[in-house]
């Protein structure tokens, strides 16, 4: 059949752009993702909707609805439509959720072959998934709070990063780091999907020679050039081969699948054939074998940190693996989150993005420049925007990503709903990723060893919810972990649609300081200075 | 100190009665609750507040608030006032939520010991207990229901019930069954507290003569007279008694602490001094007894259903200990949730409650008048509303708890908001316990066994709040268990202030119409027919 694509035009199907532009986001999340034809986005299993007649009723409940009703969706299926008012919500979702001591992978699986849950991904069953340029802005964002703190640098001009696995996560890594201007060393045991990657762009170099890849890095380091290679084979191999020649990197890092040791994690000494043969054959000793390297892996990094390099943990689970496995030094390396985000989550700075609902790249182009218009000095937001507007390439409706902040998103939002007033530009549909300050609660990656040991308090994001449902957002999410991911987190999801009416502003204005406010609480409540800092000084709690 | 009471009388602390009555509602748990001092509302642990500078935060921030603006509460902690909008939730609070791996009584206490959470119980957290009439009115309406479903009877006239155990829920037995006009048989082992009861009067008759104690019964039986009976002894001994006369009473079940073999439940054969001593001596033996005790009492039951009996199984996880005990013939009796709760849950009834904010009793005469005129023809409600009157002594601000369904609450609540205008009463809160048709996920309990096995699915909690907050609720709390609770259930609370306004009897109707109708869409979901057949009577669903 025909690839599924979301409706384009200015014209309507449904009763109002609020209802249209969720469909539109809907039937885009199926534009961009892995499987339409299962209803799957991505990872397997993260679906946009419980099945196709859950799926049509979406659809012909979002067209149907009067703009002061709310439709319910329960793990993916349209439950009800209720009478509610034109300052709530459209659209309320609830996806996988599980009672606690319920909330295991055997549970979740009788469920789904029940056809009684679906898992939502963090942004598939909510319809605010884009493609890879979230990832792609997580990533060079990472990459730049790194070089910020450690070289109080903007960008990674003239410095060597090392890290490996060009995965759906992990290939973004060669591309933001070139577009930082930076030299990228990322090796990947995988050869076909190291030329995948490069055919579509993602990675410049791929070689089988670790020779050539070590020169073509140490020269454009010296010359300050970009330039992203991949070497076809073992990332220890690398590691330990840089160590002795005494090539240092300026920073080194891993997003390998360490966090399977069966199937995703390749040891060293075995071709990828001996160890897909070994998987089946003796799968104990493959995962023995995995460990082994990982505890290798473990020790080059903290070797490298301790030849000069900055090190840390890409939250793919490598230094657990080695502990396990009896070696439990790799928690010296800082992990990520805690490292470089949470400065940032503090300000309410956070995986924030917008979607050109008419489907005109124009508008894209337009609100790039607004963002220049009204964060001039906001380096790392002109960096972005810049380098996006070059290598970033569209994929499905055209979308922007930002890492705005707290009162940022907020004039955005609201320039961007006045140029929609002017007709400027057509309707926008403004969400974030879930993985932002005050809506995730994630103990193995993003609420880490907080200050405060309140990782697992999901309190926060539950609250979260409710402040972007009582503040009028048009659509809220929340979302536990389904499959592999049951009883590890839960998330909170919001999406507003710029219509360029009055009464919008007004629910733009609130949802946006509702829900970078949030996030901004929650760090301070925790008890990290900068966040309780921002607070004061933007007015945010009780207010006495 | 002075026992903490609630405010009375008419006049505002706060900047409306929206406010002013939720702080009314949080005093009064406290007015009610078992320890005020610590802040303790009931179970032990299930709190108003985190700590002190969390309550007097949460006055401060109710009296200060705009009726525009929205209070944040995490774990009993007020976190921050956001600017909303007037059709908005004044206050949104969620307790005690963890992240599903890490909900577990150790990680909840460690927490706690950190004073990073709290424990809500159900209607502690968000001020919406009103003392002992809750319990009361549930153990009315269970054993009502089973008169029906099994006599088709409306009361329990010429009824003879046998259950065990007067503790903080068993408690409400004698009195219930009383009020239905039955005879209730209730043995307990603890003949201080049966006494205490008894000076409460909860229970007419306290003897140590077993003899006496049949007689007592059987003759009131015979008369058709209403008679409570408390034997001081063990539950199993009574049964077992029974059985060998052939004295089959028409209603069998148990209340006593059969959930905890070490400090609940006593066992034959010992005394309670006995117990202690064992307790401490050899807690291992003291189980193994009292899962003995329990086999036995199983066993009994089944006897007795087999004489003709209806006998049911009440939540106190009888059956499990006694199947861990190598007996799992207990199974074959019925749920009380599964045999008497679900028809009621699937046309929306449940436990409602409305308090006078004023403090002044006439204003639930008033309203107590109000349900004769807007419910003549349900006897169910007239029975309970007539006996409660007679017999529920007031604690803390006056209140009524009535088993309303769809749309009788939406009337109940719409009436109450025009009497209100005309000034014939003050102002009246409506709530519910979280223990109604879609606001609770509680495998053990409420949600056990469900047709479609959906018991853990938490989702529907979740969204019950969000489409109250949706709806425009004045409070609405998301609760998980905490302490020995953690990870065993979901829920949502909801509350609604009657001020007399226009704008509140818009508000009332969406948000009661929304909260039963979800509760009748989450049956439906399940599979229960009579759910299905009250959806399609009130166009409750998508709408095509
Ligand atoms: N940082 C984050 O926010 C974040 C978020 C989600 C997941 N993760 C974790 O990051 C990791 C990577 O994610 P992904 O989606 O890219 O995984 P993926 O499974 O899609 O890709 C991993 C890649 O690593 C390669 N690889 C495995 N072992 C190797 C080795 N020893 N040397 C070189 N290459 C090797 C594999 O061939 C594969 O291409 C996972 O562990 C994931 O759990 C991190
Ligand atoms: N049905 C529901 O909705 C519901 C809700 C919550 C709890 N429960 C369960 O109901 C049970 C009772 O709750 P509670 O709050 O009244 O408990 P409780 O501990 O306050 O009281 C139990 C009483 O039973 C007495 N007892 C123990 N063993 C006995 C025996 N063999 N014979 C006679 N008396 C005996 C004890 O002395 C005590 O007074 C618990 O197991 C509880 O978990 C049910």
């Known amino acids: 059949g025909e690839r599924l694509k979301a409706q384009r035009g200015l014209e309507l199907r449904a009763k109002s752009w609020r209802t249209e532009g969720l469909l539109r986001m809907l039937e885009n999340v199926l534009e961009v993702g892995e499987k339409p034809e299962e209803l799957v986005v991505y990872a397997a299993l993260g679906k946009a909707a419980r099945d196709w007649d859950s799926y049509f009723k979406i659809r012909r409940a979002l067209t149907g609805m009067d703009t002061d009703s709310t439709l319910m969706i329960q793990s993916g299926k349209p439950i009800g439509v209720f009478p509610t008012h034109s300052g709530a919500p459209r659209v309320l979702i609830a996806n996988s959720n599980l009672v606690g001591r319920w909330a295991t992978t055997e549970h979740f699986y009788e469920l789904y072959d029940k056809n009684k849950i679906a898992w939502g991904g963090l942004t598939a069953g909510c319809w605010q998934y884009i493609g890879f340029q979230g990832v792609l802005q997580g990533t060079f964002e990472t990459f730049a709070a790194a070089s910020k703190v450690h070289f109080d640098q903007d960008d990674l001009k003239g410095r060597f990063v090392f890290t490996a696995g060009l995965g759906g996560m992990g290939s973004a890594q060669p591309l933001a780091i070139w577009m930082l201007g930076g030299v990228a060393l990322v090796p990947e045991v995988n050869g076909e999907r190291a030329l995948e990657r490069q055919a579509h762009g993602l990675v410049q170099h791929v070689t089988h020679d670790l020779d050539e890849a070590i020169a073509l890095c140490t020269d454009a380091r010296a010359k300050g050039e970009a330039r992203s290679v991949t070497w076809v084979g073992n990332a220890v191999e690398a590691l330990e081969t840089l160590l002795e020649r005494g090539i240092i990197p300026d920073i080194v890092t891993d997003m390998t699948s360490a966090h399977d040791a069966l199937h995703g994690y390749q040891p060293l000494g ?253 760090y301070a409540d925790a008890g990290y200075g900068e966040a309780e800092e921002t607070k004061k000084r933007e007015g945010l709690g009780l207010g006495f």
């Not at 897909?276 to 799968?283: E, K, T, V």
């Not at 949470?342 to 050109?356: H, K, T």
């Not at 290598?391 to 961007?416: F, K, Y």
């Not at 994001?461 to 409710?466: D, G, I, Q, V």
Request: hydrophobic share 40%; aromatic share 8%.
């Open 270 to 522: 075995l071709t990828t054939a001996q160890a897909a043969q070994m998987r089946s054959d003796d799968p104990d000793k493959l995962i023995g074998l995995a460990r082994e390297t990982m505890v290798r892996h473990v020790k080059a990094l903290l070797n490298m940190e301790d030849a000069g390099a900055v090190a840390f943990d890409y939250g793919n689970n490598l230094r657990s693996q080695a502990r396990d496995h009896g070696f439990p030094g790799g928690f010296r390396l800082k992990v990520f989150t805690e490292a470089y985000l949470r400065p940032l989550f503090s300000r309410g700075i956070g995986p924030f993005r917008w979607v050109a609902l008419s489907g005109d790249s124009a508008d894209i182009a337009y609100l790039d420049a607004l963002t220049q218009e009204l964060f001039p000095d906001d380096a790392p937001v002109q960096r972005w925007v810049r380098a996006a507007r070059l290598h970033v390439p569209e994929q499905g409706l055209p979308a922007r990503t930002a890492w705005l902040g707290h009162t940022q998103r907020t004039r955005m939002a609201l320039a961007a709903n006045a140029a929609v007033a002017r007709g400027d530009i057509g309707p926008i549909a403004f969400t974030r990723d879930h993985l932002d300050a005050g809506s995730m609660a994630h103990p193995n990656i993003m609420t880490e060893n907080l200050k405060d040991g309140t990782d697992a308090v999901s309190d926060w994001p539950l609250l979260n919810a409710l402040l972007n449902t009582a503040s009028g957002a048009d659509l809220v999410a929340i979302h536990s972990g389904g499959g592999g991911y049951a009883g590890y987190m839960t998330s909170a999801g919001v999406t507003c649609i710029a219509d360029g009416s009055e009464e919008t502003a007004g629910r733009l204005e609130r949802v946006m300081n509702a829900d970078t406010g949030w996030g901004v609480l929650r």
